[in-house]
C-alpha cells in the first residue's frame, strides 16, 4: 500500500546552515514519483522540487535538492543556506503511476524554524 | 489566470447541517483532488477525479461525497456535518498528462463544525 513518513515533527536550523528533512516511502508500484511542497503560515502550498523514480540524478532546484536512495525508499529534502523565510510547513508526497491512478498522498510534515 | 479557486473561504456548520464546497481551474487540468488537513496529519485524500464524470475514492471518503459534472468544477458535498470533519479543505488539480506534473492548490477552506 502506498504510505509517506515523515519522522520528524519540527526542525530547528540556525541561519545560513543547511538541513535535510527526512522522508521515507513505501510502494509496490516500480514508477512513481516524488514531490516536496512548502507551506508557509499563510496557508498555501508551493511546490518545490520532483523526483522520478527511474531518475539517474537526485533533482535539485536552486537551494533545494533530493537525497534520492531508491533502495532504502528514501526521499530526504536538503535546503542549503537556510534563510528565516523557510521557516515553514514541509510535506513530501508520493504518486504511483501504474497502481496509484496519478492519486497522490502526503506525509504528516516537517515543521521547520530557522532561527536567526 | 486564477489558477485554483476555492469558494467559501470560510464556514461554520452546526452538526447535521449539510454544504457544498466548490473548486474550479482554470487550467483546462485533467485531475482534481479534495484533501483536508488536520493539525499532525499533513494532507488527506478524500476524493479525486481522472476527468469530468468520473471520481474516486481516497484514503478519508467517508461523509463525503463528490462531483465532477465540468471539467473545471470539482464539488464536495457534507450531507449532515459532525465535529470530526473540521478541518481545512484544500483543492487542487494537476494536468493529468504525465506523473511528473505538480498539483495546483487552492488557497484552502476552514470549516468548523459545531
Known amino acids: 500500500a502506498q504510505k509517506i513518513t515523515q519522522t520528524q515533527p519540527g526542525m530547528f536550523v540556525q541561519e545560513k546552515e543547511a538541513v535535510t528533512l527526512d522522508c521515507t516511502y513505501d510502494t509496490s508500484d516500480p514508477s512513481y514519483g516524488l514531490f516536496w511542497y512548502k507551506q508557509p503560515s499563510s496557508g498555501e502550498m508551493i511546490f518545490l522540487i520532483y523526483?522520478?523514480?527511474?531518475?539517474?540524478q537526485n533533482a535539485t532546484e536552486g537551494r533545494y535538492s533530493l537525497n534520492f536512495q531508491k533502495a532504502r525508499k528514501s526521499a530526504n529534502l536538503v535546503i542549503s543556506a537556510s534563510q528565516l523565510g523557510d521557516s515553514a510547513m514541509y510535506f513530501c508526497?508520493?504518486?504511483?503511476?501504474?497502481?496509484?491512478?496519478?492519486?497522490?498522498?502526503f506525509g504528516a510534515g516537517t515543521r521547520l524554524f530557522v532561527k536567526a | 489566470n486564477a489558477g485554483v479557486t476555492q469558494t467559501p473561504k470560510f464556514r461554520v456548520l452546526k452538526t447535521g447541517q449539510s454544504m457544498t464546497l466548490l473548486c474550479a481551474q482554470d487550467?483546462?487540468?485533467?485531475?482534481m483532488y479534495w484533501y483536508r488537513q488536520d493539525p499532525g496529519m499533513g494532507l488527506r485524500l478524500i476524493h479525486y477525479?481522472?476527468?469530468?464524470?468520473?471520481?474516486a475514492k481516497g484514503e478519508v471518503p467517508d461523509g463525503y461525497n463528490v462531483s465532477r459534472l465540468k471539467k473545471q468544477n470539482f464539488l464536495l458535498g457534507l450531507e449532515s456535518a459532525a465535529p470530526s470533519q473540521t478541518s481545512v479543505y484544500f483543492c487542487?488539480?494537476?494536468?493529468?498528462?504525465?506523473?511528473?506534473?505538480?498539483?495546483?492548490f487552492g488557497p484552502g477552506t476552514r470549516l468548523l463544525v459545531l
Open positions: 487550467m483546462n487540468h485533467e485531475y
Open positions: 508526497a508520493m504518486r504511483e503511476l501504474n497502481t496509484g491512478g496519478f492519486k497522490t498522498i
Open positions: 487542487a488539480s494537476s494536468p493529468g498528462t504525465s506523473g511528473q506534473e505538480t498539483q495546483y
Open positions: 477525479s481522472v476527468g469530468e464524470g468520473t471520481t
Open positions: 523526483q522520478g523514480s527511474y531518475d539517474q
